[in-house]
């Protein structure tokens, strides 16, 4: 069963970035059925879909304009991990970040979750 | 962006009855495709149902998800002490791929 670990800094400074890594297990991220996602969810609201990578590191981000031109991912095929990086965060950007797994197109549902890192954006 | 709005915010109720939650659309989801969720506090979320009636693998049948066009229901017969939880439902019909705020099931 495919397993999703989220680690990273639980806390960065307003301006900073923000760099989570995704790390799967019991799969390999080059078998080429799947498109990692990154999902957050802010404290009192609702759940935000990011972008997704595909093994060959094709991206597809979120185009809403308080994200735009600050998501980025990236992917480790030889670590089996994929990347978030979030440029120039403020205390909106403070949430659970998941990484999750689509099974079907990078356009679809997601299968498998990790558990979330917390992350807060404060000085 | 699709706005989906989850109904009712909380539901408070016992082992043993059933609930009825509901998702609706601020427009016309395409081809059904929509996903619901359970999140138990510290977990990862689990897929319960996608394309809104298919149950995901190991999901049992007292999950059941309907509905068409903007008007969606997730519905959990005889809860069981897991199944206390948060509910999202999720489309994936229009891009982006959007959530609802969630259900609490207490």
């Known amino acids: 069963q495919v397993q999703l670990q989220e680690s990273g800094p639980g806390l960065v400074r307003p301006s900073g970035t923000l760099s989570l890594t995704c790390t799967v297990s019991?799969?390999?991220?080059?078998?080429?059925?799947?498109?990692y996602n990154w999902i957050r969810h802010h404290p009192r609201g609702g759940l935000e879909w990011l972008g997704y990578?595909?093994?060959?590191?094709?991206?597809?981000?979120n185009s809403k304009p308080s994200l735009q031109g600050r998501v980025t991912m990236s992917l480790d095929n030889s670590k089996n991990q994929f990347f978030l990086k979030l440029t120039s965060v403020t205390a909106a950007d403070t949430a659970v970040y998941y990484c999750?797994?689509?099974?079907?197109?990078?356009?679809?549902?997601?299968?498998?979750w990790g558990p979330g890192i917390l992350v807060t954006v404060s000085s | 962006e699709v706005i989906l709005t989850q109904s009712p915010g909380s539901l408070s109720l016992s082992p043993g009855d059933g609930a009825a939650l509901s998702c609706r659309a601020n427009e016309t989801i395409s081809r059904n495709r929509l996903a619901w969720y359970q999140h138990r506090p510290g977990q990862a979320p689990r897929l319960l149902i996608y394309g809104t009636s298919t149950r995901a693998t190991g999901i049992p049948d007292r999950f059941r998800g309907s509905g068409s066009g903007t008007d969606f229901s997730l519905t959990i017969s005889r809860l069981d002490p897991e199944d206390f939880a948060v509910y999202y439902c999720?489309?994936?019909?229009?891009?982006?791929?959007?959530f609802g705020l969630g259900t609490t099931v207490e």
């Open positions: 019991s799969t390999s991220l080059n078998s080429g059925s799947y498109y």
């Open positions: 999720q489309q994936y019909g229009t891009s982006p791929r959007t």
């Open positions: 990578i595909y093994y060959t590191g094709d991206t597809v981000y």
């Open positions: 999750a797994r689509d099974p079907y197109g990078g356009d679809s549902f997601f299968d498998s």
